[in-house]
């Protein structure tokens, strides 16, 4: 997505005790942040007269964006965030960037990782993300890219066979399962836990990417109904998947996975909607048929303007 509007919101301290109580404490009267015992500190005020306010401090900017998600199969959390790291690494190497021109965030949480949200964070931005969804060897550059900075040998042979038994150490890399000359930086520290370079899902997806071939998809007519598609087509949506989506035993016709956006004609009930967000997914809502102008809530969750 080209100029992708992405927002980006502290809501507090990670230390907090309370996750619920988003923020921090400010005193509007001196304009001081304060603390409490909500934050994990003890209170400043020892007579208990300071007012305090909470502000949850965001900035939102327009940005180049690419949401990369596996078409099938769940990785750990562990796996995932080792993925991330060496795909934006390799990104870097491939397209000769500084670390901080490419950031990246787990979606939809650190703590439920089903996608990689990249976006160019410099002004104006590099184009590098257009490149490696429109050139057809620039993931797979980057993908063995990846892997020769994860201190392997041997690697042409292993993408050749597919198989991540054939990766040798470089005997010289002493590296146990990350470092600062391969995965490990100052802008993924929160993930430093996290990354192992030998984790064997990590291997074998940035193998199978080494030997891919980008391609775009043409896109089907939308299933569900005639008037739907027309509609889509008259409010400058994208078309949905050709598959359908599966949740909780109710089939939806109408998802972006790329977006991890399903639709319903009609009211769904609070359990699938629960299993929805269980799965990284958000359902909207849409009448029996389609007005002048599309659904809000719809145009909001893929990024169209209204």
């Known amino acids: 997505a080209a100029g992708a509007t992405i927002s980006r919101i502290n809501?507090?301290?990670?230390r907090r005790k309370e996750k619920s109580i988003l923020g921090f404490g400010i005193d509007p009267a001196t304009g001081r942040w304060t603390a409490g015992p909500e934050d994990?500190?003890?209170?400043?005020?020892?007579?208990?007269a300071v007012t305090?306010?909470?502000?949850?401090?965001?900035?939102?900017?327009?940005?180049?964006?690419?949401?990369?998600?596996?078409?099938?199969?769940?990785?750990?959390?562990?796996?995932?965030?080792?993925?991330?790291?060496?795909?934006?690494?390799?990104?870097?190497?491939?397209?000769q960037l500084e670390e901080s021109e490419t950031l990246s965030e787990p979606?939809?949480?650190?703590?439920?990782?089903?996608?990689?949200?990249?976006?160019?964070?410099?002004?104006g931005g590099a184009g590098v993300l257009g490149r490696l969804v429109g050139e057809p060897g620039a993931l797979a550059n980057v993908?063995?890219?990846?892997?020769?900075l994860m201190h392997f040998r041997n690697i042409d042979a292993a993408i050749e066979a597919g198989d991540s038994a054939l990766l040798e150490d470089e005997p010289e890399a002493g590296c146990v399962k990350g470092c600062y000359r391969c995965l490990l930086s100052y802008y993924n520290q929160p993930d430093h836990e996290?990354?192992?370079?030998?984790?064997?899902?990590?291997?074998?997806?940035l193998l199978r990417l080494a030997r891919s071939t980008v391609r775009p998809i043409a896109r089907r007519a939308a299933p569900g109904g005639d008037a739907w598609p027309e509609a889509f087509d008259r409010w400058r949506i994208p078309l949905p998947d050709?598959?359908?989506?599966?949740?909780?035993?109710?089939?939806?016709?109408?998802?972006?996975?790329?977006?991890?956006?399903?639709?319903?004609?009609?009211?769904?009930?609070?359990?699938?909607?629960?299993?929805a967000r269980a799965i990284g997914f958000t359902i909207a809502e849409l009448p029996?048929?389609?007005?002048e102008t599309p659904p809000p809530h719809l145009s909001d969750l893929l990024g169209v303007s209204r």
């Open 143 to 148: 993908a063995k890219a990846a892997l020769g």
């Open 242 to 275: 050709a598959q359908p989506l599966a949740i909780d035993g109710v089939i939806l016709p109408l998802v972006w996975r790329g977006h991890l956006v399903a639709a319903h004609v009609g009211a769904i009930s609070g359990e699938v909607a629960e299993a």
């Open 11 to 14: 809501k507090g301290l990670r």
């Open 40 to 48: 994990g500190d003890q209170e400043d005020s020892t007579d208990g």
């Open 107 to 123: 979606v939809p949480s650190r703590d439920n990782r089903r996608a990689i949200l990249t976006f160019e964070a410099t002004e």
């Open 288 to 291: 029996a048929q389609p007005g």
């Open 194 to 205: 996290f990354i192992d370079r030998h984790d064997p899902d990590v291997k074998n997806t």
């Open 52 to 95: 305090k306010q909470r502000v949850v401090p965001f900035v939102q900017d327009n940005k180049n964006a690419a949401l990369l998600r596996l078409a099938e199969g769940e990785l750990s959390l562990n796996a995932m965030a080792t993925l991330q790291h060496a795909l934006m690494r390799g990104l870097d190497l491939v397209f």
